[in-house]
């Protein structure tokens, strides 16, 4: 069995001592930053690149998935507790699990999140493993036309699932591809856009690690300051009787059954993972009910089926960038970015040249969903102590991380005034209402689209038609064409802006 | 003609402004043919893209309704001002003054960001943090940072 050898391979590698800290630090770091609202993980993990620079590739993906997912248990910790989710994933759980919380339940709610996160955890793990193999075959398959095709397909799918207005999403994706534009040209060795300034010339250009500081870390504490403060209520010392009754687990076990199954298709979506995941996952359980006046009301399905669906999606949402190199989200980008830097070129050969990587990877995503439930639970009290921290001791440290980070990705302070000048940025993004993470997105693939769209031109003497006469390259751009067709149809387009209205 | 939509309004003039800066900056640089591209076929290609873009979400903009007319509302101005100020500075200061000055320098005036300013608390970031920074960043990780002021 290659499976089992894999996974084999992947716990030895997941339980040696250095990354099983290296985990632990991640869901702590996760939960940490899950439970305070204002700082996502694309901010968190953003403002740790820089220091994966001291570590191997292993431990330093192993850290920053942890990080991701450890951000969903968070987040929903204060979605229960005080209505205020920490991340955008754990909205609908807010719904009834506040209410849970109000007629004294928030031990129970807090319980069946972190079981059914963790039964979700461990099946979508599996299925990490089982899918990437197939998809890798798959892969080898490609050419440059299909590969261009499919990253068109990735960025398009992208939006079209998981934003707003999808003209100004494509507008930032495009935006995205021109940032990565400033760079060194890898096929002629022309600098672009360099200004003449001998930063911009490399192979990156201006960094990724300071776009997305800047953009979500500084961009997101100007708009956080913008803001008047607001007052909390919290349910701290009632937090007793963690353990669900035999009619809890009788109600939640269906829930958490779909909630997975939903999740783990919807986090393969381009521009699927975690948010999308909860919000399908709510409204299946509403549609299944027998009883749906129940929901809104304190329906422990209506905690079971998103948190599943959550950290199931958080999971498959790996599937396409560790087996194609693509991300579906700006937390995918940014591991791509993060395997970038450690030198891993990130694609369909990352099993085969760096099969501990991987497998150690898949595997440290179930150590980390097992350490979340065995030290989430007891550690609950000190999570939301931690909401009492006012902010203002909070955004300094931020700041100074971010900085720090900034100044020593080349030790020098050219990258610490781009992050500047990109938190500017990134607060008129906010104020236009223009989303950043597809320009994360666009930034990330724009590189590696060039590539592959200029070597497909060259192979086919120039004839754009390459790219649909080619079976395989023809059907994944309609696939991307349709997609946008079918948003823009006004039955679904109602629907899906009903969708994105409730997430507000 | 009015705007139905102000944040439309402008992100479809950046967009466009931003398209057609960087498809006439790709103009300096070799085009080269379908056969052959060159380093500006495709920023020349995703320049003109973004402008047309952008002028779909203008047009937009001036003639679909919006409730509210989709305000961009106010700047916060001030910490705007202050956290890109405070950036730009520990950026210059680090590398001539160190760690030790440049950090405290960056919490203190990041501190006058909000809308509470209290000398204690900022005092007790600025210990805190350099701290921590200290000995995450230079004992931890053995990171090139210069803690004192110095050449």
Same mark, same amino acid.
């Given at each position: ?11 030895? *590698? ?78 609908? *759980?807010? /719904?009834?699990? $506040? ?106 250009? /201006? ?37 669900? *009754?035999?009619?809890? !687990? ?67 949402? !790996? ?16 591991? /791509?970015?993060?395997?970038? /830097? ?64 900034? $100044? ?13 000048? !990109?938190?500017?940025?990134? $607060?008129? !993004? $906010? ?74 | ?151």
């Amino acid at each position: 069995m290659d499976l089992v050898n894999n996974l084999m391979l992947g716990f030895q *590698t997941a339980l040696s001592l250095q990354n099983l800290f290296y985990a632990l630090l991640g869901v702590l770091l996760g939960t940490l930053i899950g439970v305070l609202p204002g700082l996502g993980p694309v901010a968190t993990i953003a403002m740790l690149l820089p220091s994966i620079y001291a570590l191997d590739a292993t431990p330093a993906l192993i850290m920053l998935a942890g990080i991701y997912y450890g951000a969903q248990y968070g987040g929903s910790t204060t979605a229960i507790l005080i209505n205020v989710p920490g991340e955008s994933s754990s909205v609908v *759980t807010a /719904i009834d699990g $506040y209410q849970m919380a109000r007629q004294g339940r928030a031990g129970v709610a807090l319980a069946t999140a972190a079981l059914g996160s963790f039964f979700a955890g461990c099946v979508s793990t599996l299925l990490v493993a089982w899918m990437s193999e197939p998809m890798i075959v798959m892969s080898f398959k490609f050419g440059d036309a299909e590969r261009f095709a499919l990253m068109v397909l990735g960025l398009i799918g992208a939006v079209v699932l998981a934003s707003g207005s999808l003209i100004k999403a494509l507008c930032m994706i495009v935006l995205g591809l021109l940032i990565g534009q400033i760079n060194t040209d890898v096929i002629s060795g022309a600098p672009r856009y360099s200004f003449d300034l001998p930063e911009l010339m490399d192979a990156e250009g /201006i960094g990724f690690v300071v776009i997305a500081m800047g953009v979500f870390g500084f961009g997101e504490i100007i708009a956080n300051l913008g803001q008047p403060a607001e007052k909390r209520e919290v349910f701290t010392n009632k937090v007793t009787g963690l353990w669900p *009754t035999k009619e809890d !687990f009788r109600q939640a076990w269906p829930a958490v059954l779909r909630g997975t199954a939903l999740g783990s298709v919807l986090g393969v979506l381009p521009g699927g993972g975690a948010l999308l995941a909860s919000f399908a996952a709510y409204s299946l359980e509403k549609k299944v009910a027998q009883d749906p006046s129940k929901f809104g009301k304190g329906a422990i399905q209506g905690v079971a089926g998103p948190e599943s669906a959550n950290n199931a999606g958080a999971q498959t949402s !790996f599937i396409p960038m560790l087996t194609l190199g693509i991300p579906t989200n700006a937390v995918m980008a940014l591991m /791509i970015g993060a395997m970038t /830097i450690k030198g891993i070129q990130p694609g369909p050969q990352v099993m085969s040249t760096n099969p501990a990587l991987f497998w150690g990877l898949v595997a440290s995503m179930w150590v980390g969903n097992l350490m979340l439930v065995v030290l989430n639970l007891p550690l609950i009290g000190m999570w939301v102590k931690l909401l009492t921290v006012p902010y203002r001791f909070l955004f300094p440290a931020i700041m100074v991380f971010c900085c720090i980070g900034s $100044y020593t990705l080349k030790n020098n302070s050219f990258d610490v005034y781009m992050t500047a000048l !990109f938190a500017f940025v990134g $607060y008129v !993004f $906010y104020k236009l209402g223009c989303e950043p993470a597809p320009l994360l997105l666009g930034y990330i693939l724009g590189p590696m689209m060039e590539e592959n769209l200029r070597r497909a031109l060259l192979l086919s003497r120039g004839d754009w038609s390459t790219f649909i006469t080619r079976p395989l390259s023809a059907g994944l751009l309609v696939a991307a064409a349709l997609l946008v067709v079918v948003v823009l149809l006004p039955s679904i387009r109602s629907k899906r802006e009903e969708a994105f209205q409730d997430a507000d | 003609m009015k705007i139905k939509s102000q944040k439309d309004f402008w992100s479809g003039l950046m967009f466009i402004a931003t398209g057609i800066v960087f498809a006439v900056g790709a103009l300096n640089y070799s085009f080269g043919s379908a056969a052959h591209p060159g380093p500006g076929y495709f920023p020349f290609g995703l320049g003109v893209l973004l402008a047309l873009l952008g002028g779909v979400v203008l047009f937009k903009a001036l003639t679909i309704e919006v409730e509210g007319g989709d305000r961009i509302g106010s700047i916060a101005w001030r910490p705007l001002i202050v956290v890109v100020g405070a950036v730009s500075l520990f950026g210059f200061a680090l590398p001539r003054v160190g760690m030790v000055i440049a950090l405290p320098l960056l919490i203190a005036l990041a501190s006058l960001a909000g809308d509470e300013f209290r000398w204690k608390d900022v005092l007790v970031n600025c210990v805190v943090l350099t701290l921590g920074c200290w000995l995450i960043f230079i004992v931890g990780l053995k990171l090139n940072i210069g803690l004192w002021p110095g050449p």
